[in-house]
Nanobody, 115 residues
Framework: QVQLAESGGGLVQSGESLRLSCAASGSIFGIYPMGWYRQAPGKERELVADITSGGSTNYGDSVKGRFTISRVNAKNTVYLQLNSLKPEDTAVYYC?????????WGQGTQVTVSS
């Protein structure tokens, strides 16, 4: 059974940085696309960034130039570096992994940015 474990969220001030991590464990045979999404109160879940098995990346418009997604395949881990944080970045951040038969989600980690 595959599980995702996120870490690194917290409370920061506007302009500061955070680094989120998401480690996949269990019976993973292969390297799969992974990504980060976020959901703010009262809003729909939205793409933050995703990364293919080969390292190609894609970002949501609101985070381009500020956030960076990366991965270490040997550790089945994906990272999200959040720089120049803004209050509107406040949300629960979820990672996912797109396996052949299904997409799995982590439990989420809270990021709160104060002004």
């Amino acid at each position: 059974q595959v599980q995702l474990a996120e870490s690194g969220g917290g409370l920061v001030q506007s302009g500061e940085s955070l680094r989120l991590s998401c480690a996949a464990s269990g019976s993973i045979f292969g390297i799969y696309p992974m990504g980060w999404y976020r959901q703010a109160p009262g809003k729909e879940r939205e793409l933050v960034a995703d990364i293919t098995s080969g390292g190609s990346t894609n970002y949501g418009d609101s985070v381009k130039g500020r956030f960076t997604i990366s991965r270490v395949n040997a550790k089945n881990t994906v990272y999200l570096q959040l720089n120049s944080l803004k209050p509107e970045d406040t949300a629960v951040y979820y990672c996912n992994i797109r396996l052949r038969a299904r997409t799995l989600w982590g439990q989420g980690t809270q990021v709160t940015v104060s002004s």
